[in-house]
């Protein structure tokens, strides 16, 4: 185990010296693209991202009940994710307007209909915990017992 272990380090020392290498080869206008894209992903995620699913987090923690939070994490997430794929794409941004046939599709659609399949099964999910979660038992008072 300790050698996999061992192999898998050196492969990602290997692959970071590589990724490194090669934005230091870039030219000066390129890496400054690179580093405001990357200190830009940074900040935006502190300071919008993180807090909004925070504030998001804490809402749901009273809303909905503890059986669904998991459920609605998953779902939250599988929506972060295709909005944030979906992005260049919906703005459109490698549209060619000589060339239909690149973007020819409606992609804000496409983005609706998959998330609302996202949240219909998170749905199905909870309802599918809720058939399964045995009757809460009913509360016997011990004193009707004794005589």
Known sequence: ??????LLGLGGIWLAWYGIDLVL????????????????????HDAIVAPLCAVVALL???????S????????GLCTATLVVVAVPVVQRSGA???NPTILDRDYHTGL?????????VVGIDIARRRMRR???????TERSAQP
């Open 96 to 98: 060619v307007p000589g």
């Open 25 to 44: 080869e870039q030219d000066s206008t390129s890496l400054m693209s690179t580093a405001r894209w990357f200190v830009g992903g940074i900040l935006i």
């Open 134 to 140: 045995p009757p809460a038992p009913h509360a016997t």
């Open 60 to 66: 749901a923690r009273r809303l909905f009940p503890a």
């Open 68 to 75: 669904w939070w998991a459920s609605i994490a998953w779902g």
């Open 1 to 6: 185990m300790t050698a996999i272990r061992v």
């Open 112 to 120: 609706l209909i998959a998330i609302a399949v996202v949240w219909v």
